[in-house]
């Protein structure tokens, strides 16, 4: 199908059009255009049209959606509890990573996603076992969605032996990202862990996303050291931080001053709107040009129970976080969750006045019935259409 025509939309809840796609891309829009009558159709029945959903950060390798629910079996607060539990646990799931990879992706696609940055584990206990499994389970989704993978060592690059090698190794096996985790909390060794994660990064040309839990002076500390390699190597626009809990716990003159260094280098930050602590400053940092995305993390895993594979969830969840009340801030929410993870993904990604909707931009929807864009958000219902590259991926919650 080369091109479709979506008839009775409200793209962000505004006067209903038609929309003509051609070539996986926004072709004309318009309350009447004329389309030879060879053009397939579908109704979009006034429904409010969104850009397809982008989930910058989850974990396909640990997810047990749609398998029958376990107890949280956590033996205590850190970092390091969480990571014996999966280990202790993941190998005797009712699928193989694979499979319920594939499930969980299936079933973001048919809630509208079409744009993921999975991370897959790497480490000595599992090996490339899982980021297999996940990059199988993008294979099988490749025309429904774009996802990129990070090759993550989610036990640290220096606890264990052997684990650079087997992250390189995952590189050359097609991972476009270097991932990193704490490099004074979980490795005790920023200066080591940084050099790996960004000598890697430089000699297979991938990126870099490093999750960063640690909190005040201690993230501000890691933060630093990643800007400092970053402006040394000029990587700008290739390195994303992700959960960055440190930039809501610093004096707001300090934060300014890292902000000003995140915009200048086009370092990136995603969220999952954690609870329990204090919110970032995302418009701050969105009003500085700051790319942001949103995501969901595990996937009812070893971890945590929550997680659903709707973005449309999640967003509401960022914005009660932000405690965010008026339609024109909740709509920034559904930006951060859409376009915003799409420019996480793609530094490159431009779009014009119209978020996703002007001619040239990329055919990547998703059809939500509702009558404004912050009801779609409160109520969160069904009946919705994916459209990813111009063509319906999913429909009434069923791939296509």
């Given at each position: 199908?080369?091109?479709?025509?979506?008839?009775?939309?409200?793209?962000?809840?505004?006067?209903?059009?038609?929309?003509?796609?051609?070539?996986?891309?926004?072709?004309?829009?318009?309350?009447?255009?004329?389309?030879?009558?060879?053009?397939?159709?579908?109704?979009?029945?006034?429904?409010?049209?969104?850009?397809?959903?982008?989930?910058?950060?989850?974990?396909?390798?640990?997810?047990?959606?749609?398998?029958?629910?376990?107890?949280?079996?956590?033996?205590?607060?850190?970092?390091?509890?969480?990571?014996?539990?999966?280990?202790?646990?993941?190998?005797?799931?009712?699928?193989?990573?694979?499979?319920?990879?594939?499930?969980?992706?299936?079933?973001?696609?048919?809630?509208?996603?079409?744009?993921?940055?999975?991370?897959?584990?790497?480490?000595?206990?599992?090996?490339?076992?899982?980021?297999?499994?996940?990059?199988?389970?993008?294979?099988?989704?490749?025309?429904?969605?774009?996802?990129?993978?990070?090759?993550?060592?989610?036990?640290?690059?220096?606890?264990?032996?052997?684990?650079?090698?087997?992250?390189?190794?995952?590189?050359?096996?097609?991972?476009?990202?270097?991932?990193?985790?704490?490099?004074?909390?979980?490795?005790?060794?920023?200066?080591?862990?940084?050099?790996?994660?960004?000598?890697?990064?430089?000699?297979?040309?991938?990126?870099?996303?490093?999750?960063?839990?640690?909190p005040g002076e201690l993230g501000l500390f890691s933060a630093r050291e990643i800007i400092k390699r970053t402006r040394a190597l000029s990587m700008h626009s290739k390195v994303t931080i992700a959960h960055a809990f440190f930039l809501s716990d610093i004096?707001?003159?300090?934060?300014?001053?890292?902000?000003?260094?995140?915009?200048?280098?086009?370092?990136?930050?995603?969220?999952?709107?954690?609870?329990?602590?204090?919110?970032?400053?995302?418009?701050?940092?969105?009003?500085?040009?700051?790319?942001?995305?949103?995501?969901?993390?595990?996937?009812?895993?070893?971890?945590?129970?929550?997680?659903?594979?709707?973005?449309?969830?999640?967003?509401?969840?960022?914005?009660?976080?932000?405690?965010?009340?008026?339609?024109?801030?909740?709509?920034?929410?559904?930006?951060?969750?859409?376009?915003?993870?799409?420019?996480?993904?793609?530094?490159?990604?431009?779009?014009?006045?119209?978020?996703?909707?002007?001619?040239?931009?990329?055919?990547?929807?998703?059809?939500?019935?509702?009558?404004?864009?912050?009801?779609?958000?409160?109520?969160?219902?069904?009946?919705?259409?994916?459209?990813?590259?111009?063509?319906?991926?999913?429909?009434?919650?069923?791939?296509?």
């Amino acid at each position: 199908m080369t091109r479709l025509l979506i008839e009775d939309v409200r793209p962000w809840g505004r006067d209903e059009v038609h929309v003509l796609i051609d070539k996986g891309t926004i072709a004309e829009v318009g309350q009447q255009l004329t389309v030879s009558d060879d053009v397939p159709r579908i109704a979009g029945n006034s429904a409010i049209a969104l850009p397809s959903f982008t989930d910058a950060h989850v974990h396909l390798d640990s997810t047990r959606i749609g398998l029958p629910f376990r107890p949280n079996t956590v033996r205590g607060k850190r970092l390091w509890d969480n990571i014996e539990n999966d280990r202790r646990n993941w190998r005797s799931a009712e699928l193989p990573v694979d499979e319920r990879a594939a499930l969980t992706l299936g079933r973001a696609i048919a809630h509208g996603s079409t744009r993921a940055r999975a991370y897959a584990q790497v480490d000595a206990d599992c090996r490339l076992e899982r980021f297999e499994g996940v990059r199988t389970a993008c294979e099988r989704h490749q025309d429904r969605a774009d996802v990129q993978t990070v090759a993550f060592p989610q036990a640290g690059l220096l606890l264990e032996h052997g684990v650079p090698p087997l992250i390189e190794e995952s590189l050359k096996q097609g991972a476009g990202l270097v991932g990193g985790i704490d490099p004074c909390a979980l490795d005790c060794d920023p200066k080591q862990h940084l050099d790996l994660v960004f000598e890697l990064a430089e000699k297979h040309g991938a990126d870099i996303d490093i999750h960063l839990h640690e909190p005040g002076e201690l993230g501000l500390f890691s933060a630093r050291e990643i800007i400092k390699r970053t402006r040394a190597l000029s990587m700008h626009s290739k390195v994303t931080i992700a959960h960055a809990f440190f930039l809501s716990d610093i004096a707001s003159q300090v934060l300014n001053d890292v902000l000003d260094d995140l915009a200048e280098l086009d370092i990136a930050v995603t969220t999952i709107a954690p609870g329990g602590r204090a919110a970032l400053p995302l418009f701050t940092m969105l009003d500085r040009g700051i790319r942001v995305g949103l995501g969901q993390d595990g996937q009812r895993d070893y971890w945590s129970p929550y997680g659903n594979t709707d973005m449309l969830d999640r967003t509401w969840q960022l914005a009660y976080s932000n405690n965010l009340r008026q339609d024109h801030l909740i709509e920034r929410a559904i930006e951060t969750a859409t376009l915003g993870g799409a420019r996480v993904c793609d530094p490159a990604a431009q779009f014009g006045e119209q978020l996703g909707f002007d001619i040239g931009d990329p055919a990547n929807l998703v059809l939500v019935p509702g009558e404004t864009p912050t009801s779609c958000v409160m109520d969160r219902g069904g009946g919705r259409t994916t459209i990813h590259r111009g063509r319906v991926v999913a429909q009434d919650g069923e791939l296509v």
